[in-house]
Nanobody
């Protein structure tokens, strides 16, 4: 599956952005999807994950209550709605597919097979 992320940009602190990740192929609904981010000089970290059905969802503690992950299997797209953005949210955001999503456990980048190209999110103070 090929993934194409979009929706990044420059926003002031407190603002919102919605990231989208469009997937090619007919098997999108069979993949767990996740969002990761990587800030300069830091390791890639998980942000959110969503199961095939959308029932099981994971959020990193740093984004709980501010970010919402969702998916539309009919449109082969996963979304990340980001509200109340903070300067520390500045990073390149990547969507990924094909890994596991274990209840209560953060997604691990090494376990995800397919990756989008990343979209830059910059939050100014």
């Amino acid at each position: 599956v090929q993934l194409q992320a979009s929706g990044g940009g420059l926003v002031q602190a407190g603002g919102s952005l919605r990231l989208s990740c469009a997937a090619s192929g007919r098997t999108f609904s069979s993949y767990v999807m996740a969002w990761f981010r990587q800030a300069p000089g830091k390791e890639r970290e998980s942000v959110a994950g969503i199961s095939r059905s959308g029932i099981t969802i994971y959020y990193a503690d740093s984004v709980k209550g501010r970010f919402t992950i969702s998916r539309d299997n009919a449109k082969n797209t996963v979304y990340l709605q980001m509200n109340s953005l903070k300067p520390e949210d500045t990073a390149v955001y990547y969507c990924a597919a094909g890994g596991p999503l274990r209840i209560g456990t953060e997604p691990k980048a090494a376990e995800y097979i397919y990756w989008g190209q990343g979209t830059q999110v910059t939050v100014s103070s």
